[in-house]
């Protein structure tokens, strides 16, 4: 059987780094995706980026997956690191490099 | 759809009673938020299940309600 949850599963465990986004990483439709985007790259860490914008039933799989109300989302070795705000916080903590080192991303 | 200033607030204290909760409107318009909740409640809880907590106070408001909401969770030591 095929659902919205198992497809995201799918991606989230198949690919070592995953942010959902509003837009693409070359072109970000949103101020808060764009900063995660820019983070990722600064990291050098390759990433997936799935756009919610086209696809409204991953927009809401997402938020119910995570149990998160908002769009980005990152995810690392299909463990939900957080949204913008804890994503930039454990960036400038040094904590972000560390674990994608640690999860041999980079 | 806006959220106004004090009920955020409110919700947020019926949730956290310790806690300093400090809450800026971003942009002026009630719906761009800037809070930073700090509450001994976060205790033991990863930044994910710290934020999960404050959404969650927030019944559900964050995403449909809220537009935006920038978040900063601390941990208040234990005296």
Redesign the interface.
């Known amino acids: 059987m095929h659902s919205i949850h198992d497809q995201i599963h799918a991606d989230v465990t198949t690919h070592s780094v995953v942010l959902y986004m509003k837009g693409t990483s070359q072109v970000p439709q949103c101020g808060f995706s764009a900063v995660i985007v820019q983070i990722l790259n600064t990291l050098n860490a390759p990433f997936k980026d799935v756009n919610v914008l086209a696809d409204a039933d991953i927009r809401q799989g997402i938020k119910d997956y995570s149990n998160w109300p908002t769009i980005p989302q990152l995810y690392v070795k299909g463990e939900f690191i957080g949204g913008c705000d804890i994503v930039r916080e454990m960036y400038q903590a040094g904590e972000l490099k560390k674990l994608l080192v640690e999860k041999g991303v980079v | 759809m806006p959220m106004p200033r004090l009920e955020v607030e409110s919700m947020l204290r019926d949730a956290f009673p310790d806690a300093d909760i400090h809450l800026e409107d971003l942009a002026g318009d009630n719906d761009h938020y800037k809070v930073t909740v700090v509450s001994s409640a976060f205790l033991g809880k990863t ?2 299940q710290q ?2 907590m404050v ?1 969650q106070a927030l019944l ?1 408001k ?3 309600d809220l537009h ?1 909401l ?3 969770t601390e941990i208040r030591p234990q005296n």
Do not use: D, F, N, P
């Open positions: 930044r994910v934020h999960q959404y559900g964050m995403g449909s935006a920038a978040l900063k």
